[in-house]
């Protein structure tokens, strides 16, 4: 098992900036592929980011490349979603996730936090 909790959401201006945070516990982080996701009301959840397990190798939905940074601290058992120039369509609930490999399902879910832009 792997528990995963996320934090650092709140409601910001467009334009502003923040960084989530999900520290993981139970198992080897450093085994998993780190992907985060989000969700806004009404629609289909999102994967907004992922991070392979040394860091070198990341992906990013178009709606936020140029934008959002992931990188993580295998040391400190911790993933990290930069957003910088927020805008009102980033507003979701955004969720870490953690799975073995690219080609397996993300298993592990963190609870979820909420980020809000108002413009």
């Known amino acids: 098992q792997v528990q995963l909790v996320e934090s650092g959401g709140g409601l910001v201006q467009a334009g502003d900036s923040l960084r989530l945070s999900c520290a993981a516990s139970?198992?080897?982080?450093?085994?998993?592929?780190m992907g985060w996701f989000r969700q806004a009301p009404g629609q289909e959840r999102e994967r907004v980011a992922t991070v392979t397990w040394g860091g070198t190798t990341t992906y990013f939905a178009d709606s936020v490349k140029g934008r959002f940074t992931i990188s993580r601290d295998n040391a400190k058992n911790t993933v990290y979603l930069q957003m910088n120039s927020l805008k009102p369509e980033d507003t979701a609930v955004y969720y870490c996730?953690?799975?073995?490999?690219?080609?397996?399902?993300?298993?592990?879910w963190g609870q979820g936090t909420q980020v809000t832009v108002s413009s």
């Open positions: 139970g198992r080897t982080f450093a085994n998993y592929v």
């Open positions: 996730a953690a799975r073995l490999t690219i080609a397996t399902a993300y298993n592990y």
